[in-house]
């Protein structure tokens, strides 16, 4: 599956995704109030605005990106109905030659990470029917549990062509409290940035492995040297616009090739439309907003990468 | 929230939960017959079959135990007709007074924190609504973000009297691959326990806290030390049973007054009817068997913890 990414990045010269993480304060007021109008001020009515709202930005952006990465939390606060949406997405991302990155951050003990990535990856026996659950091509998934936790995806991956991004070094302020303690002189997060490097050569797919990383832009020394420590890892980069991280500090995360990394943007492009740079096109306009935010983006990218 | 479990187990003298795992290798082949020719052999009919089986258990044991604990996994495995049947399992445990426990192990970004806890324990607005997503007593979290992947859900444990059990030493075998690494001296599952206690400060209930922890009953010496570190945590111990956890080993996970642990059992109980045991009861009685089990479980931790 990494291939297929890497393919369509290159087709497009566009080495980022946008994340889907629509909440009802993102989407604009008259798309809420047609939602509303139909299913009332209901989960269902929540769950049908964040419909409607993605399927617009996908409409203007899925000719300039290789993939979208929805973040389950934000269709799990919605309920059932939110979860329907969160399907409706995925398989409308699919339909037009998405690459979808379910940020799922799924994790348990040997059986239960393998229902969860029969949930996001994989398939499931029914009587004598296989079925296919959520059907995303990529997920999110949380090392604290170790290998036995792991290698259940893995498993999927291979089983099904699919990739996985395990967490090693996260955006937020606080990632350093477990993350960056150190063992034997190297923080946690070198050790599972290792730890993924191994994982990665069960599920080789070209010159890069299926298993991937979650590194945040935020924190761009340590990019630098995770590039290092798993070099056939994608590194999925979360946290870049509207959590801090800038481009220029981008070019660490990527390898010789010009590849290597995947950039994220969500509230900067769903939310293009709110911010002063794009006010000009109307909360009537929101996804023309988000067409150019993405543009501006991948440009932005690009050059960064380009000056390396 | 924690007081509220506290109050239950005493007053049904039952340390003890029951998880409500279910998969299809569980399900009474009669019980998967009856859903199939409703539904067929598809996810609506493996949804059918878990809640038409969890149902029966839940009937036939709901007078005996304080709580049950749902691993979510096992119904997203079966996609969105899987995590309707986990939402009725929900409700209906909660009709029969039982304190539910979600097992999901989530855990992000603050904001993203915020939306999990949203769905698991809180509330959300729409329009002018206050609506209720799956609306567990408890769930469970992943500490690997840090704090500020935490405190989202202790604010929603203070806003909506609910609680939380971090993970800190999971059960399974390559639990210790992270968890067990030395910092500074002592592991990192000390650590965690530690920041723990302290978030456990922020949402005091009664005696004790309702920020909880998860120690899995395969590590009984850890757990010892981790009771000394987490004086006021409820912990949470799966791994009893079929994991291999046994009753003679859990009495260091109490406290002097009896209290402090709440002991999960899943398979042995919810799959009793497929053990050496309880064929006795045949397949076509699995409830009952399941009934035995727990009565069993519950003689065996309590004659444990009073031989302490």
């Known amino acids: ?3 297929k990414l890497i393919d369509r990045i290159v087709t497009k010269d566009a080495p980022v995704v946008v994340g889907l993480d629509p909440t009802m304060a993102h989407v604009p007021e008259w798309v809420k109030q047609e939602a509303f109008s139909q299913y009332g001020e209901t989960l269902e009515g929540a769950a049908e605005a964040i419909w409607q709202y993605n399927k617009a ?3 203007a952006t899925y000719d300039l990106i290789p993939a979208v990465k929805p973040q389950i939390a934000m269709y799990e606060q919605y309920g059932i109905p939110g979860l329907i949406a969160f399907k409706k997405t995925v398989d409308y991302c699919k339909e037009h030659d998405l690459i979808v990155i379910g940020d799922v951050k799924r994790g348990d003990i040997g059986s239960t990470s393998a229902a969860y990535a029969n949930a996001h990856l994989g398939k499931v026996r029914i009587g004598n029917n296989i079925c296919t659950p959520f059907d995303e091509d990529f997920a999110t998934v949380n090392p604290y549990l170790g290998t036995d936790g792991i290698k259940p995806f893995i498993d999927a991956c291979n089983d099904n062509d699919k990739g996985i991004f395990v967490l090693v070094k996260t955006s937020n302020p606080s990632s350093g409290e477990f993350q960056d303690r150190l063992i034997d002189g190297n923080p946690l997060y070198e050790w599972v940035g290792e730890r993924v490097n191994l994982w ?3 599920s080789m797919d070209g010159e890069y492995s299926n298993v991937g990383a979650v590194v945040g832009a935020t924190y761009p020394e340590m990019g630098s040297l995770l590039r290092k420590v798993m070099p056939k890892a994608y590194i999925l980069v979360p946290g870049y616009g509207a959590q801090g991280g800038k481009a220029s500090d981008l070019a660490p995360y990527f390898n010789a090739d010009g590849l290597g990394a995947i950039v994220n943007s969500s509230r900067g492009i769903i939310a293009a439309y709110k911010s ?8 009537q306009n929101f996804a023309d907003a988000s067409r150019q935010a993405t543009i501006d983006m991948i440009n932005d990218i690009n050059s960064a990468i380009k000056n390396q």
């Open 1 to 3: 599956m990494i291939q």
């Open 57 to 59: 930005i996908v409409d």
């Open 200 to 202: 990665g050569k069960d």
């Open 276 to 283: 002063d740079r794009y006010a000009i096109f109307g909360e």
